[in-house]
């Protein structure tokens, strides 16, 4: 079954360590998100991908990095610069045109212990 | 620029009423507008999308949401809830102009089912 799988589920860090989060997928899209999702707030975009080797920032990237070596491959590193990492973190992917929805993963749930 | 504004937080109907979660938008140009729905712990899941082709738009689970233009609306509903409905809905938007980079998403409605 086509799908993006983010893992892990739940990941548990200590403050001061980087952490990187995986997503993958095989749904043959160019383009690939990360975003963060806190309550209340809804869902902030951290970094987004069009194409493989370039990525550009979203609305809340500092203390965060991704890299796009691979089209199926989008991961995120959180690292010690994000004060405030505990947060519920969706990938999602699309293809690239207007007016196509996104596919999301089922998240990875950070928290800093 | 574009928003969404999504009324109520949280909104709880017995089972077999009437569904309606309320989302007014902005958009400086013509939108296309998405509703998603996010049981716990999971990923969102699109219920339905307007592409401009029809005003009204029908979904999966036999919810459907109506665009208006003069209201900035794209309230939705369902005629009879079900349990099964309990869960987040996300209302979100981004413009003609670009891909899915430029999706604002509203800061979501929380449906409770009473039984």
């Known amino acids: 079954d086509g799908g993006i799988t983010q893992s892990p589920k739940y990941l548990f860090r200590k403050e001061g360590q980087n952490v990187t989060l995986s997503c993958e997928q095989n749904?043959?899209?160019?383009?690939m998100y990360w975003y963060r999702q806190d309550p209340g707030q809804g869902l902030r975009l951290i970094y987004y991908s069009q194409i493989v080797n370039d990525f550009q920032k979203g609305d809340i990237a500092e203390g965060y990095s991704v890299s796009r070596e691979k089209k199926e491959s989008f991961p995120l590193t959180v690292t010690s610069a994000q004060k405030n990492p505990t947060a519920f973190y969706l990938c999602a992917s699309s293809i690239r045109a207007q007016n196509t929805e996104a596919f999301f993963g089922q998240g990875t749930r950070l928290t800093v212990v | 620029a574009q928003s969404v504004t999504q009324l109520g937080s949280h909104v709880s109907v017995s089972e077999g009423a009437l569904v309606l979660l309320r989302c007014n938008y902005s958009?400086?140009?013509?939108?296309?507008l998405f509703w998603y729905v996010q049981y716990p712990n999971q990923g969102l899941q699109l219920l339905l999308k307007y592409t401009s082709a029809a005003t009204l738009v029908k979904g999966i689970n036999d919810f459907e949401a109506e665009f208006k233009k003069s209201e900035t609306s794209f309230h939705l509903t369902k005629p009879s809830a079900h349990m099964s409905d309990a869960a987040e809905y996300f209302c979100a938007v981004t413009s003609s102009n670009f891909g899915n980079e430029k999706l604002t998403f509203g800061t979501g409605t929380r449906l409770t089912i009473i039984p």
């Open positions: 958009s400086s140009v013509p939108p296309y």
């Open positions: 749904l043959n899209h160019d383009a």
